[in-house]
């Protein structure tokens, strides 16, 4: 039990068909997870439970990266991460390619977005962390994103998200403008920008 305590501390995060094959005991797994030492985030997938915070980034963000290694932390997720709004989701929002499939998520809880291709590349910024990657999009592509989906999450989100993004000293309308015409919200955002700039 003791090595399979330092094997999770030095790994943090764990597949289950690693874990056998370095001989660890499927019972051993399941008490460390009743005793609350680690924890199972996926259908054989668990993590330490006593892991270091990232400074800017919640373990919630990470684990769903772990999980889901195409995922890409997206809109109202993007959005609180680059505090870019008041709202505080209780979801963590993640875009994956059209055709995956996705496993389960047992925690946190996550709300998945099938992006088609040409919504799904552009943008993504990747972020190293001690307990491995963790993909996000920029903000000029969060917020066009926001606008097109303002229809299911709120226009009055997206239009926080752009207003707060527009007082930003790195604010840039080149990149509104390049990600809005990718997003294919050119029309819907433009009347906006022009209103809250004038």
Partial sequence: M???IKYFKRKKYCLMKELKASSFQTRDIAKLCRKGIIYKIKSGLYRLS???EVPGISSGIIDVCQAIP???ICLI???DFYDLTTFNPHEIYV???HEKKVSKIIYPPVKIFYFPERFYRPGINT???PYGSVKIYNREKTICDMFRYRKKLGE???LEGLKNYLTLEEASMKKIREYSVICQVKTVISPYVKAIVA
Avoid: M, R
Wanted: cysteine-free; aromatic content about 0%.
């Fill in 70 to 72: 195409e995922g890409v």
């Fill in 95 to 97: 875009a994956v390619p």
């Fill in 127 to 129: 972020i190293k962390t």
């Fill in 156 to 158: 009055d989100l997206a």
């Fill in 77 to 79: 997720s993007a959005l």
């Fill in 50 to 52: 006593d892991i270091k």
């Fill in 2 to 4: 003791d090595n399979l």
